[in-house]
């Protein structure tokens, strides 16, 4: 016999010799006398606390009339039912020997906390437990295998720590065994085929590893298997198609690899079947049309590949089907027409070809359709407004073509509409401005013509449109700006022509870049960025980067007649000289400016590693050789003078290019444009950003090898940040998935560091002043650096430190608005709305409107995380708790509330222990007003 089982039945007997001699005590009192025993369950109730003293002390009211407990005849304690009861959190301190005849234990939902005593072994009549949704901590007890009566058992959303202890196995009576949401670690034991009788059986939200072991296909009265978010690796044993009474099988958010086994097939009462967010390669088999019972299909972000089976059409009760994030290739089977039940598929981000079947026209419940991102050619076809029910259609990122059908007009329940990256053509149907309902509204890089149909004015609902990439021609409808709720609006790289319309609504982020606009520009057009208007020669206006409006005057007539016959012919004898002397001046300009850059670039080359400066007619030039190597000469061979092949983007006073240096290094330009350069505010936050980044130094801050500072040649060096801006990231489904719960938490505490070097640790202190998911940088490793520091502040305490307004729409700290004065808790209010933007995957703007109301009391935090992620496990649940705790206290309208980032540094450096209760027990209304202590002034605490 070895050692080890040994040791585990000499336990298993020390704890059975054990229960029993608690048993036999407890027996033995209440043989000899019924009123000792009496006495001794009602001390222990009153020990416990739970029941408040009004109660307890009401002599003339015993336990057995206390809300809660039930008894039998004789007056002892069968029954203690107190879930949500309890106002205080406390121990689980109860005194269990003095229940012999507790049959049904519930103290769930009470923020109970401490181990589980090992007394509880004592009850062995103990049918029902039910400990969930506590705090409680430790190991489960050996004792509870004395529990041979127990049926159920759940101890799911506490932090039990810990493998599963061997002696749970021997409990065969038990029916429901619930764990779900601990801290369990360790192997599935093989003897877990011993319980039998189980029907409901959850792991779930745990740390477990290892494979499944094949003697779970035992439990063939299960109904109920939960394995999800562990670690769980191998292959799913094909014996657990032996569970032939399988209604629930959640396996997602696992290791698991390999194919799936045939003899899932054999789960023909199967209703919900998720194996998403894990390794399974090979093929969808076609033996999983067999479970026709089943609801929800589930197999998202794996690697499975093959096509399609047609079997999958007889499952005619599916209404959820999700098989996105794949490599499945091959077209789409017309029998999924068959599954007229269905209300969502997702079949995006895989490789189907062919064309989109009609059959699907018969998906008249269908709620959700989204085939982006694959390789679908053909047309639309117009049985897609039979969907009466649709709400989201995404078709973007395929090949598409022919014609948008006008019988999406049909779709009187469309919110969100995608068609971006295809190849339609033809004219935006008017039949569209039938679907009353539209929010989103994407049509972009088509080759769509004709004009913008006015009766756009009918769709009141609408808050994003993006036609941009395309040939649509005419002018801006005026219709577009009685759109009360428009905030996007993106009509850029078209052929508008005409002029600007002059009223503009609550459009807030607008891009007209790219067409043949003329005339004047709006007045308030200046809240914009100048590359929304570039590309448009013929507008004119008080406006960076434009001429301004010549006033019409007609010729003024001299008093009296000249010389000459004409009015005007005093000024033709002007017009041959200014001809000559015009090109003559430019080329001589241009041949002093060339020998004065070649006179420049040949100093810089020998400049040593420390920045050097010169003036020169009143302009700024340097090269910071970082490494002796680099020089300007380089740099400008590197991107060919600014070739356009090199740009990777334009802000909004300059545009970004990527160069490959001799010796191998990447490095990113920024470069002012022209007209900027001559502008004083353009050249004075091109030498801020210089002032700044060349004082600080900081892991997670962009690190500046350089710069070129002259009025016709105005570029800074930086180190090239691979992955790009964060708000590029989260608005890309591949690239935001990428980007995982710890990585996103590993964001925001970086950037939480950065900002609190610069607030505490500079002198003077230095604020940002646009802290927003634009201006935060990815590397390869998906590690974010502050950049972008053109607007930034050096703060002199001895001032009033009164400034423009500057940062980005969205971001901005509500009190200037109203004050121009600029502290650091300016920056504190755009880090509260960046995190919660990277936690929710998207701008929190409705959600920023709702926190004014109560209607946000019933919001709990884990509706509004990003949906494209799978939930996160326990330990980084934690992470994001605190965050959103931090985040809410960031917002504070009043800005001696909000904590200083030094505050928010250490909180997050802090090794605290984890919050107790579960993600999902968090509402936001909870967190905003009882999560976190404010203190006052700039002292302000978590």
């Given at each position: 016999?070895?050692?080890s089982v040994?040791i585990?039945?000499?336990?298993l007997?020390?704890?059975?010799?054990?229960g029993?001699?608690?048993?036999?005590?407890a027996?033995?009192?209440?043989?000899?006398?019924?009123?000792?025993l009496?006495?001794?369950?009602?001390?222990?109730?009153?020990?416990?606390?739970?029941?408040?003293?009004?109660?307890t002390?009401?002599?003339?009211?015993p336990?057995c009339?206390w809300?809660?407990?039930?008894?039998n005849a004789?007056?002892?304690?069968t029954?203690?039912?107190?879930?949500d009861?309890?106002r205080?959190p406390?121990?689980?301190k109860l005194?269990?020997s003095?229940?012999?005849?507790l049959?049904?234990?519930?103290?769930?939902?009470?923020?109970?906390?401490?181990?589980?005593?090992?007394e509880?072994?004592?009850l062995?009549?103990l049918?029902?437990l039910?400990?969930?949704?506590n705090?409680?901590?430790?190991k489960?007890?050996?004792?509870?295998?004395n529990?041979?009566h127990?049926?159920?058992?759940?101890?799911s959303?506490?932090?039990?720590?810990?493998?599963i202890?061997s002696?749970l196995?021997l409990?065969?009576n038990?029916?429901?065994?619930?764990?779900?949401?601990?801290q369990?670690?360790?192997?599935?034991?093989?003897e877990?085929?011993?319980?039998?009788n189980l029907?409901?059986?959850?792991?779930?939200?745990?740390?477990?590893i290892?494979?499944?072991?094949?003697?779970l296909?035992?439990l063939?009265?299960?109904?109920?298997?939960?394995?999800?978010?562990?670690?769980i690796?191998?292959?799913?044993?094909?014996?657990i198609?032996?569970?032939?009474?399988l209604?629930?099988?959640s396996?997602?958010?696992?290791?698991?690899?390999?194919?799936?086994?045939s003899?899932?097939?054999?789960?023909?009462?199967?209703?919900?079947?998720?194996?998403?967010?894990?390794r399974?390669?090979?093929?969808?088999p076609?033996?999983?049309?067999?479970?026709?019972?089943l609801?929800?299909?589930s197999?998202k972000?794996?690697?499975?590949?093959?096509?399609?089976p047609?079997t999958l059409?007889?499952?005619?009760?599916?209404e959820?089907?999700?098989?996105?994030?794949?490599?499945?290739?091959?077209?789409?089977?017309?029998?999924?027409?068959?599954?007229?039940?269905?209300?969502?598929?997702?079949l995006?981000?895989?490789?189907f070809?062919?064309?989109i079947p009609?059959?699907?026209?018969?998906?008249?419940?269908?709620?959700y359709l989204?085939l982006?991102?694959?390789?679908?050619d053909?047309?639309?076809?117009?049985e897609i407004g039979?969907?009466?029910?649709?709400?989201?259609?995404s078709?973007?990122?395929?090949?598409?073509s022919?014609?948008?059908?006008?019988?999406?007009?049909?779709?009187?329940?469309?919110?969100?509409l995608t068609?971006?990256?295809?190849?339609l053509?033809?004219?935006?149907?008017?039949?569209?401005?039938?679907c009353?309902?539209?929010?989103?509204?994407?049509?972009?890089?088509n080759?769509?013509?004709?004009?913008?149909?006015?009766?756009?004015?009918?769709?009141?609902?609408?808050?994003?449109?993006?036609?941009?990439?395309?040939?649509?021609?005419?002018?801006?409808?005026l219709?577009?700006?009685?759109?009360?709720?428009?905030?996007?609006l993106?009509?850029?790289y078209?052929?508008?022509?005409?002029?600007?319309?002059?009223?503009?609504?609550s459009?807030?982020?607008?891009?007209?870049?790219?067409?043949s606009?003329?005339?004047q520009?709006?007045?308030?057009?200046?809240?914009?960025?100048y590359?929304t208007?570039?590309?448009n020669?013929?507008?004119?206006g008080?406006?960076?980067g434009?001429?301004?409006?010549?006033p019409f005057?007609?010729?003024?007539?001299?008093?009296?007649?000249?010389?000459?016959?004409h009015?005007?012919?005093?000024?033709k004898?002007?017009?041959?000289?200014?001809k000559?002397?015009?090109?003559i001046s430019?080329?001589?300009?241009l041949?002093v400016f060339?020998?004065?850059?070649?006179?420049l670039?040949?100093?810089?080359?020998?400049?040593?590693q420390?920045?050097?400066?010169e003036?020169?007619n009143?302009?700024l030039?340097?090269?910071w050789?970082?490494d002796?190597?680099?020089?300007?000469?380089?740099?400008i061979?590197?991107?060919?003078?600014?070739?356009?092949?090199y740009?990777?983007?334009?802000?909004?006073?300059?545009?970004?290019?990527?160069a490959?240096?001799p010796s191998?290094?990447?490095v990113a330009?920024?470069k002012?444009?022209?007209?900027e350069a001559e502008n004083?505010?353009f050249?004075?936050s091109?030498k801020?950003e210089?002032?700044?980044?060349?004082?600080?130094?900081?892991r997670?801050i962009?690190?500046?090898?350089g710069?070129?500072?002259?009025?016709?040649?105005?570029?800074l060096v930086?180190e090239?940040m691979?992955?790009?801006?964060?708000?590029?990231?989260?608005?890309?489904?591949?690239?935001?998935v990428?980007?995982?719960?710890?990585?996103?938490?590993?964001?925001?505490?970086?950037?939480?560091?950065?900002?609190?070097?610069?607030?505490?640790?500079?002198?003077?202190?230095i604020?940002?002043r646009?802290?927003?998911?634009?201006?935060?940088l990815?590397n390869n490793k998906?590690?974010?650096?502050?950049?972008d520091?053109?607007?930034?502040?050096?703060?002199?305490?001895?001032?009033?430190?009164?400034?423009?307004v500057a940062?980005?729409?969205?971001?901005?700290a509500?009190?200037?608005?109203?004050?121009?004065?600029?502290?650091?808790?300016c920056?504190?209010y755009?880090?509260?709305v960046?995190?919660?933007?990277?936690?929710?995957g998207?701008?929190?703007?409705?959600?920023?409107t709702?926190?004014?109301s109560?209607?946000?009391?019933?919001?709990?935090?884990?509706?509004?995380?990003d949906?494209r992620?799978?939930?996160?496990n326990?330990?980084?649940?934690h992470?994001?708790?605190?965050?959103?705790?931090?985040?809410f206290?960031?917002?504070?309208t009043?800005?001696?509330?909000?904590?200083?980032?030094?505050c928010?540094s250490?909180?997050?450096?802090?090794?605290?222990?984890?919050?107790?209760?579960?993600?999902?027990?968090?509402?936001?209304?909870?967190l905003?007003?009882e999560?976190?202590?404010?203190?006052?002034?700039?002292?302000t605490?978590?």
């Amino acid at each position: 016999m070895k050692p080890s089982v040994s040791i585990f039945i000499v336990v298993l007997a020390c704890i059975f010799l054990y229960g029993t001699y608690l048993e036999s005590a407890a027996h033995f009192v209440s043989a000899s006398e019924p009123s000792a025993l009496l006495r001794l369950q009602a001390k222990a109730l009153l020990e416990s606390g739970w029941w408040g003293s009004a109660i307890t002390s009401n002599t003339s009211n015993p336990p057995c009339k206390w809300y809660g407990i039930t008894c039998n005849a004789d007056g002892s304690v069968t029954q203690i039912e107190i879930a949500d009861q309890l106002r205080a959190p406390d121990k689980l301190k109860l005194n269990f020997s003095s229940l012999p005849n507790l049959v049904h234990l519930d103290l769930s939902f009470n923020n109970l906390h401490g181990n589980i005593p090992l007394e509880i072994g004592t009850l062995s009549k103990l049918a029902y437990l039910d400990l969930s949704y506590n705090n409680l901590t430790g190991k489960l007890p050996l004792s509870l295998a004395n529990l041979t009566h127990l049926v159920s058992f759940y101890i799911s959303d506490n932090l039990i720590i810990g493998p599963i202890p061997s002696s749970l196995w021997l409990l065969t009576n038990l029916t429901s065994l619930d764990m779900s949401f601990n801290q369990i670690n360790g192997f599935m034991a093989s003897e877990i085929g011993m319980l039998k009788n189980l029907v409901f059986f959850g792991l779930s939200g745990n740390m477990l590893i290892g494979p499944i072991p094949f003697t779970l296909g035992h439990l063939n009265q299960l109904e109920y298997l939960l394995l999800s978010h562990n670690l769980i690796d191998g292959s799913i044993p094909p014996e657990i198609g032996n569970m032939e009474n399988l209604k629930y099988l959640s396996l997602e958010n696992n290791n698991f690899s390999s194919p799936i086994p045939s003899t899932l097939g054999h789960l023909t009462h199967l209703e919900y079947l998720s194996l998403s967010n894990n390794r399974i390669d090979g093929f969808i088999p076609p033996e999983i049309g067999n479970m026709e019972n089943l609801i929800n299909l589930s197999l998202k972000n794996n690697s499975l590949s093959g096509s399609i089976p047609s079997t999958l059409g007889h499952l005619t009760n599916l209404e959820y089907l999700s098989l996105s994030n794949n490599r499945i290739d091959g077209s789409i089977p017309p029998e999924i027409g068959n599954l007229k039940n269905l209300t969502y598929l997702s079949l995006e981000n895989n490789s189907f070809s062919g064309s989109i079947p009609s059959t699907l026209g018969h998906l008249t419940h269908l709620e959700y359709l989204s085939l982006s991102n694959n390789q679908i050619d053909g047309s639309i076809p117009p049985e897609i407004g039979n969907m009466e029910n649709l709400r989201n259609l995404s078709l973007e990122n395929n090949n598409l073509s022919g014609y948008v059908p006008g019988e999406m007009g049909n779709l009187k329940n469309l919110i969100y509409l995608t068609l971006e990256s295809n190849n339609l053509i033809g004219s935006i149907p008017t039949q569209l401005t039938s679907c009353s309902l539209l929010e989103y509204m994407l049509l972009s890089n088509n080759s769509l013509s004709g004009t913008i149909p006015y009766q756009i004015q009918d769709l009141h609902l609408l808050s994003t449109i993006n036609l941009s990439h395309n040939f649509i021609s005419g002018k801006i409808p005026l219709e577009l700006w009685g759109l009360a709720i428009l905030v996007v609006l993106d009509l850029s790289y078209n052929n508008l022509s005409g002029s600007i319309p002059q009223s503009f609504t609550s459009v807030t982020n607008i891009n007209l870049s790219y067409n043949s606009l003329v005339g004047q520009i709006p007045n308030n057009y200046q809240f914009y960025r100048y590359d929304t208007l570039i590309g448009n020669k013929d507008l004119c206006g008080d406006y960076v980067g434009f001429r301004n409006c010549l006033p019409f005057y007609p010729p003024s007539l001299p008093l009296s007649p000249p010389s000459l016959s004409h009015p005007l012919a005093s000024n033709k004898s002007v017009i041959p000289k200014v001809k000559i002397i015009a090109p003559i001046s430019i080329f001589l300009g241009l041949l002093v400016f060339g020998g004065f850059c070649f006179f420049l670039s040949k100093r810089a080359v020998n400049k040593t590693q420390s920045i050097s400066t010169e003036r020169k007619n009143g302009n700024l030039f340097s090269i910071w050789n970082y490494d002796g190597k680099i020089a300007y000469e380089d740099i400008i061979q590197a991107v060919e003078d600014f070739d356009i092949k090199y740009c990777i983007g334009t802000g909004g006073y300059g545009s970004v290019y990527k160069a490959e240096l001799p010796s191998g290094k990447v490095v990113a330009l920024k470069k002012l444009h022209h007209l900027e350069a001559e502008n004083p505010a353009f050249d004075k936050s091109f030498k801020n950003e210089i002032k700044v980044l060349t004082e600080i130094k900081h892991r997670n801050i962009i690190k500046l090898y350089g710069f070129c500072l002259h009025k016709r040649c105005m570029f800074l060096v930086y180190e090239y940040m691979e992955k790009g801006s964060l708000f590029c990231v989260l608005n890309d489904d591949i690239e935001a998935v990428e980007l995982d719960w710890s990585k996103r938490v590993n964001i925001i505490k970086g950037t939480a560091h950065a900002l609190s070097y610069m607030h505490h640790e500079c002198i003077p202190a230095i604020v940002h002043r646009d802290i927003s998911s634009n201006n935060i940088l990815l590397n390869n490793k998906l590690e974010a650096f502050v950049s972008d520091f053109g607007t930034a502040k050096l703060l002199d305490p001895n001032s009033s430190n009164q400034t423009l307004v500057a940062g980005t729409y969205g971001y901005i700290a509500p009190e200037l608005a109203y004050t121009m004065k600029v502290t650091e808790k300016c920056d504190v209010y755009s880090f509260g709305v960046m995190a919660l933007e990277i936690l929710m995957g998207k701008h929190p703007t409705e959600l920023l409107t709702s926190l004014l109301s109560s209607s946000s009391q019933n919001v709990m935090l884990h509706e509004i995380l990003d949906q494209r992620l799978p939930p996160p496990n326990q330990l980084v649940a934690h992470d994001i708790i605190l965050i959103a705790t931090i985040a809410f206290a960031c917002l504070h309208t009043k800005p001696k509330f909000r904590p200083i980032m030094k505050c928010v540094s250490q909180e997050f450096l802090s090794r605290k222990k984890p919050i107790a209760k579960p993600l999902h027990a968090f509402s936001l209304w909870h967190l905003r007003n009882e999560m976190y202590v404010v203190g006052s002034g700039d002292e302000t605490q978590l």
